[in-house]
């Protein structure tokens, strides 16, 4: 029986070989990974800066030009604020200093004439100074009355209200005809850096930092898919047992102000078995997902939890019951 084999296999008819088993098919491994444990909260878009342009005199607006939702530079006139009394004011100082300059040019004319009389030695020494003094309070009489007149015509330059800042106008509290005394709000500007104030509970104070990522519904702001921000800012005031954030967000808008959107913060992390999106099969409102074990493929329930999203990474889902570490799923 051996010859025979050995006859058998020297001209190539030996018993058949087993085929290599196949290579184990790409799977994706299931392990427990840490993740941040998300608290959805309302937050609002705010201006970072909201700045009143304010009237630098009395008087009554004469015209009014922007109004609410405008855009404005800084430095635009917004506003014209008139008074009368100033025009008056203006006109009474005008004719003191035309006054005071008759008086000093007698008064030039006397030193002079005293100056001649001196050098002749005709007039006493009292006397030239009486003429030098008259001389300079003629000289600073015009100076101050010149002064006063400057002082009211930068008062009515002054009627003019100027945008403080770059940005839109938010309010409009007066309208033209209306009186405003030194100081009273004509509109409120807010800078066109809008940012996200958010308010977090008072007990996840501690896990809020600076630099921490929040997500948030793009839809909320006209954007599809999620869009993510950053906190830039905690106030440390707790308000009526709230932490408040400021959190900067790309393409927020610049329009409308207090919109509220539904942002999610970490509140801490957690351990949680997450896998791709992709991965999960739904048939008859029942999610599925294939395994690879003992080299054959078995298709399981598993119970779905919430959905991960996050910045960089493609969109995944958290698993609650149904897989364990190690277990391996077919794409």
Known sequence: MNIFSGIMAFFGFGAPQTPPPPPPPKTFLVQPVSVADEKAVFATVQSANVVPARARIGGTIVELKVRQGDHVEQGQVIALVSDKKLGLQASSY????????AQYAQAKTDWDRAQRLMAANAISKSAYDQAKTALNVAQSNVNAYAAQKAVVQQQ???????APQ????ITVPVTAGTVLMPGDTVATVAQGDFVLRLKIPERHARDIKVGQPVRLDGSDIGLSGPSFGTIKL?????DNGHVVADASVAMLGDYFVNERVRVWVSAG????FVIPASLV??????????????????EIPIQRGQSLHRPGKPDSIEVLSGLHAGDKILP
Not at 94 to 101: C, P, R
Not at 166 to 169: A, E, I, L, M, Q
Not at 234 to 238: D, L, R
């Open 94 to 101: 005008g004719a003191q200093v035309a006054a005071a300059q």
């Open 156 to 162: 009515s330059v002054e009627g003019a209200v100027l």
């Open 166 to 169: 770059t940005g839109r106008v």
């Open 234 to 238: 905690i106030y440390p005031e707790i």
């Open 269 to 272: 992390q957690r351990w949680a």
């Open 281 to 298: 099969k739904t048939r008859s409102g029942m999610d599925t997902v294939q395994l690879w074990a003992k080299g054959a493929v078995m």
